[in-house]
């Protein structure tokens, strides 16, 4: 057997490890080059024992003999229900080196919302949401690396980090270009799932090398490290058996070695038999059996260091088992003697104890190894000591969540202030658990409701099914009066709408009004129920809806919110009729304060939400009122970014704003918008509502912008195909996409998906042509295939068209009316349809209005001023067009 030799004062966990540790030292090279050098991130991957922690260790010497900030986090089993845990470890000498002033402006506008968080502000009291306050927490991060550098964060058992720290990990690994800061994160290999996995996954997915799988010890290292462990005395075959023994795990080599001096066993062949032992009382049963044999008082004071897990101090373990501190302060010597506990290493900052134990593998089989009703018992006490010394019930209720059900009112109290207190963070999650281990209790029959109702809403944007049945649950018991119980059932009907249940939502909201008498209450729900039914894309769910709304909406005011929600309803049910454009704006002018959104109908106002207002502005688009869409989207835009709303709130924001654009036929910007949109939509997720009108607009822009192949290309990418949502998406995704195909040549599909949509806007009575533009489309297609059809087509557009009032409605359709004629009487329509899109807010259209006009009439002067146009709107394709027309011409351009 070949012994391998480290070189001197190398840790034993160290030896070979040679090539990571020369991985470490190139990245740290990188890292303090001259001038700023982009983010690197190191992954080491391996079994419990391993030596990941070894490695931190060496990384953290490595980079601080070189002036580098080193901070250093560590996940931790009994901790992981602890949001943000992890990351306000590693922030910690950073945070406690700030005054809150220095606090405030390093963070600027994050200040708010990554404050909380971090512990270091209170929360504002109004919810957070999750996905801003861990866009702020990378943010504030980031402004905080700015202040050390070169910076370097560890962060060890990332596998048992809170999913809190693991979410803004992965966003984090994502924007590291331009930040110098090296992240080496430790992980294990294994037993990992769920969310855990998936984070970890993507934090491996930022990775453009090779993720540092460490390996055992070969036979000869292991040789090397007993030898100058015991002596060069120790025999070959004492060697391998103790390299057989261990598997090569550094961790287990070292403690059996250790062992091996305690019980003074000649390193030789005659003494290998006992090697296995003795290595079992390292791990699991065995070193449970070590423990008791270290006496009552000192097993106890192990279990309750375990349970507090970090933070132990000989004062709190005391306390929590109940023993005189002179006792405590013996019991944790001999614990430090037989190698359980030990003193923190100074340069980590992973708590603020005095002691810690060994190796995470003890403190695992120490926890494991306590009585059932014992731990629930000092997770109980722990739960009290914390709450006592002024922390908060967040803070006990990782205890809490520990303490066996026993019918206690008051902890169910706890758990829900508790959660309350995670809510107002950004953590739902951790609040989700309280709420359910306070249900496990059981609470009261008078608030057993009221926690499946917290319960339900804090559930709501994760786990809409989930929050279904807990909401249905609630509203099936005693206990939830009034406002609230109103609240429990819009909640529910928004939950069904999340899980795709748009029927049963407006059927649950309908049951609810008819309980109540008229007045504000069912008003309030009349209008949800109605505007539910506003966004179906199907047949209308109740029979004679318009006519019902149209005479609520007639003896409405705008007194209050739920008046003007029905004004608003009216006027968007109006709109997709293609009833006035003149009524359209004036309800929808009725329904604002001073030409303003009223309090409590404001953007992150929860009460009525995202939908009606998206109504309101849509409205106003395609009404031709951009002036007030246009407001309304920017406003809503500025509201999301500073409230750092950054999960489907912001993309439909985005997507909007580039409405706003394309109406205006600023097609760049629209683009833009549409791009950004969609980028926040993937990160929310795919097949919602929020991500076909990301999609859907993009693809319409770029389909005015004559780039037809990359249209084409983001349909594929992000499944723009059918089957299509429950919900409205406008522009209508079925005619966009008849569009697309009848522009890459698939002139049938084409055909047949307008006729698609023209079916499905019959069924819902959507009779506005600029909303929905199958008519004029499909009477195109059919110009050469089927003359008599495209002209009944496009006579019942222009109907319709004029019906609606705007000058943009009757412009496309005179539009669609002169490409089906020939001759003087196509001169003369095209003639009108740019006189008439002239006068509107849509510039794309004029364009193309212009450059038609030009065609048919010949005229050098009307496609210079098509190509002027089309240039100011980014029109690709009419750029082309008109171009062509020129040259054919003979003109100079």
Excluded at 11 to 39: F, N
Excluded at 306 to 333: F, H, K, N, Y
Excluded at 756 to 784: E, F, I, Q, S, Y
């Amino acid at each position: 057997m070949t012994e391998v030799r480290p070189p001197a004062a190398t840790s034993a966990s160290l030896w070979e490890r040679d090539a990571e540790i020369a991985t470490v030292k190139r990245a740290l090279d990188a890292l303090c080059a001259e001038g700023s050098s982009s983010g690197n991130l190191l992954i080491l991957r391996g079994e419990a024992g391993i030596g990941k922690t070894a490695l931190l260790a060496e990384t953290r010497r490595i980079a601080e003999r070189r002036g580098c900030t080193v901070w250093s986090a560590r996940g931790g089993e009994t901790l992981r229900s602890v949001p943000f845990n992890v990351l306000r470890q590693l922030l910690q000498p950073a945070l406690v080196s700030l005054m809150p002033e220095e606090a405030r402006e390093y963070l600027g506008d994050w200040y708010g919302i990554a404050g909380p968080a971090l512990g270091i502000a209170e929360p504002s009291g109004r919810q957070p949401d999750p996905q801003g306050v861990c866009e702020g927490l990378v943010a504030a991060v980031r402004r905080l690396a700015k202040r050390e550098w070169p910076l370097v964060l560890l962060i060890d058992d990332a596998h048992w980090a809170d999913q809190e720290t693991l979410g803004w990990l992965s966003a984090f690994a994502e924007r590291l270009d331009d930040l110098s800061v090296l992240v080496v994160v430790a992980r294990r290999s294994h037993d990992i799932s769920g969310d855990t996995a998936r984070h970890l996954d993507a934090v491996a997915a930022t990775v453009d090398h090779p993720v540092t799988d460490l390996s055992a010890l070969t036979p000869g290292a292991t040789a090397g490290l007993t030898r100058a462990t015991l002596g060069r005395h120790a025999d070959d075959p004492f060697c391998r058996e103790v390299w057989a023994v261990t598997g090569g795990n550094p961790y287990d080599t070292v403690e059996l070695l250790a062992k091996v001096q305690d019980s003074e066993l000649e390193p030789v062949e005659a003494q290998a038999g006992e090697l296995r032992p003795l290595n079992r009382s390292a791990r699991g049963g065995g070193l449970v059996a070590r423990l008791h044999n270290l006496g009552s008082d000192a097993t106890r004071f192990a279990w309750a260091a375990a349970i507090l897990d970090t933070g132990i101090t000989v004062q709190l373990v005391a306390q929590l088992a109940t023993m005189a501190p002179d006792d405590a302060e013996r019991c944790a010597e001999r614990l430090r003697e037989a190698r359980i506990l030990t003193e923190p290493d100074p340069a980590d900052q992973h708590g603020d104890g005095d002691l810690e134990f060994v190796h995470p593998l003890i403190a695992s089989a120490v926890y494991n190894s306590i009585p059932e009703k014992t731990c629930t018992g000092m997770h109980g006490i722990a739960a009290q000591v914390v709450t006592e010394s002024g922390r908060g019930a967040a803070a006990a209720s990782r205890h809490l969540l520990q303490v066996h059900p026993d019918d206690d009112a008051e902890l169910v109290e706890q758990l829900r202030e508790a959660a309350r207190e995670h809510l107002a963070v950004g953590a739902p999650d951790a609040a989700r658990r309280c709420l359910e281990r306070a249900l496990l209790e059981p609470p009261r029959p008078d608030v057993h409701a009221r926690v499946l109702h917290e319960l339900g809403c804090a559930t709501l944007l994760t786990a809409p099914a989930t929050t279904i049945e807990h909401l249905q649950n609630a509203l099936a018991m005693s206990g939830l009066d009034g406002d609230t119980r109103i609240d429990a059932v819009i909640r529910l009907s928004q939950a069904l709408l999340h899980n795709n249940q748009l029927e049963e939502a407006v059927r649950t909201v309908e049951a609810e009004a008819a309980r109540h008498e008229a007045g504000p209450a069912q008003l309030r729900l009349r209008a949800v129920q109605y505007m539910w039914e506003g966004i179906h894309a199907g047949e209308a769910i109740s029979s004679g809806r318009s006519e019902h709304l149209a005479e609520l909406a007639r003896t409405c005011t705008g007194r209050d919110n739920s008046e003007r929600a029905l004004l608003i309803l009216r006027g968007f049910d109006a709109m997709t009729h293609g009833e006035s454009a003149e009524e359209v704006a004036e309800l929808c002018d009725r329904a604002l304060v001073n030409g303003r959104l009223a309090p409590g109908l404001g953007w992150t106002d929860t009460e009525w939400g995202i939908e009606l207002l998206l109504m309101l502005s849509s409205a106003y688009a395609f009404a031709d009122r951009l002036d007030r869409a246009e407001a309304l989207h920017n406003e809503a835009l500025r509201t999301y970014e500073t409230a750092r709303w950054n999960g489907g709130h912001l993309a439909l924001a985005h997507a909007y704003v580039g409405v706003g654009h394309r109406r205006r036929g600023r097609l760049r910007e629209a683009e833009a918008s549409q791009r950004e949109s969609l980028r926040v939509a993937e990160r929310v997720g795919r097949g919602l509502p929020l991500y076909w009108t990301a999609s859907c607009n993009l693809v319409d822009t770029l389909l005015a912008r004559g780039r037809v192949d990359e249209a084409w290309s983001v349909a594929e990418r992000y499944g723009f195909a059918p089957p299509y949502p429950s919900t409205i998406v406008l522009p209508d995704p079925r005619t966009v996409r008849g569009r697309l195909l009848l522009a890459v040549g698939r002139t049938d599909e084409g055909i047949e998906e307008l006729e698609a949509a023209g079916k499905a806007a019959a069924v819902r009575g959507h009779h506005n042509p600029v909303m929905v533009t199958w008519m004029a489309d499909l009477a195109r297609a059919l110009a050469t295939r089927d003359p008599s059809r495209a002209a009944q087509l496009a006579t019942e557009a222009r109907r319709q068209a004029e019906r609606f009032g705007t000058d943009t409605a009757i412009g496309e359709a005179l539009r669609c009316a002169a490409a089906l004629e020939t001759g003087q009487r196509a001169v003369r329509l095209a003639g009108q349809a740019a006189a008439y899109l002239e006068a509107s807010p849509c510039q794309y259209e004029h364009a193309a209005a212009r450059v038609e006009y030009g065609i048919v009439s010949r005229s050098v002067t009307e496609l210079n001023r098509g190509l002027a146009l089309a240039r100011s709107c980014g029109a690709d394709g009419l750029v082309t067009q008109a171009r062509e027309a020129l040259d054919a011409l003979h003109e100079p351009r």
